[in-house]
């Protein structure tokens, strides 16, 4: 009997500070490496993984997806069983199932979540260098949350965003489901969640948001931002990777 190569989907999380990334370099740890390595060591060849994003240097995931297919039902138990105890410290499986032969980690996705945290001068502390935006002045959250809101609904968004080298040609249209920014004792959060997001359109977003905290931005300039303006203010800006937090990836 001919074998059923098998289509895997893993939920993955990771501490982005330890990897150069998530696309695989030749010289250089990254996400993708470290699970195509272990793959190989498992089934014996070379196994491509495709992401649902391919988070930067720095930028951490508390789920990011990856799908590759296998050779047969037993190469994947192998896999299930043998990938998790595979993994550094700083990278985890949460999850590891078949799926139908058309999934695909990046584009059966239908969503994103993405938080940027940045954390109160009063609080810091340099052991959060790596995981958060130090604050070394008060913002205005409500100010924040005006310019939040603003990016609600579905606009052009090229002004948050570079082109992807490797898909020259998409669409810079987004739809934004939601755009918040909450406050606790210590920290300041912006959330947003959106059908897809451009190449470093959320931490250009997040810089945004912190300059309406800033008493920067104007109730004119939100209206700009969407206005055909070339260069609007506080949008090409991009904001340290350490804060970015890849939360969920949704499907259908």
């Known amino acids: 009997m001919a074998a059923v190569p098998v289509t895997v989907r893993m939920d993955i999380a990771y501490d982005g500070s330890f990897a150069f990334g998530f696309q695989k370099q030749e010289t250089l740890p990254t996400v993708q490496g470290v699970i195509e390595s272990a793959l190989k060591a498992v089934c014996g060849s070379f196994v491509p993984v495709v992401g649902a994003s391919r988070t930067d240097r720095g930028v951490h995931a508390m789920q990011n997806v990856v799908s590759f297919v296998v050779q047969d039902e037993h190469v994947f138990e192998r896999v299930d069983r043998r990938l998790p105890v595979m993994m550094p410290e700083w990278l985890s499986i949460r999850s590891c199932r078949a799926e139908q032969g058309t999934f695909n980690a990046r584009f059966s996705a239908t969503g994103k979540s993405y938080a940027y945290v940045f954390v109160k001068e009063r609080h810091w502390n ?82 945004f948001v912190l300059k309406a905290g800033q008493g920067r931005v104007s109730g004119v300039t939100r209206e700009r931002i969407f206005g055909g303006d070339a260069d609007p203010p506080y949008t090409r800006q991009v904001m340290a990777a350490g804060g970015l937090y890849l939360v969920a990836v949704a499907y259908p």
């Open 126 to 207: 340099p052991f959060l260098a790596r995981y958060a935006y130090r604050l070394s002045y008060p913002v205005e959250v409500t100010a924040m949350n005006d310019a939040a809101h603003a990016f609600l609904g579905t606009h052009d968004f090229h002004s948050f965003g570079n082109i992807d080298p490797s898909r020259p040609n998409r669409d810079t249209i987004c739809t934004v489901h939601t755009a918040e920014v909450v406050e606790a004792d210590s920290w300041v959060m912006f959330m947003v969640s959106g059908d897809h997001f451009l190449y470093h359109m959320v931490r250009r977003m997040a810089y």
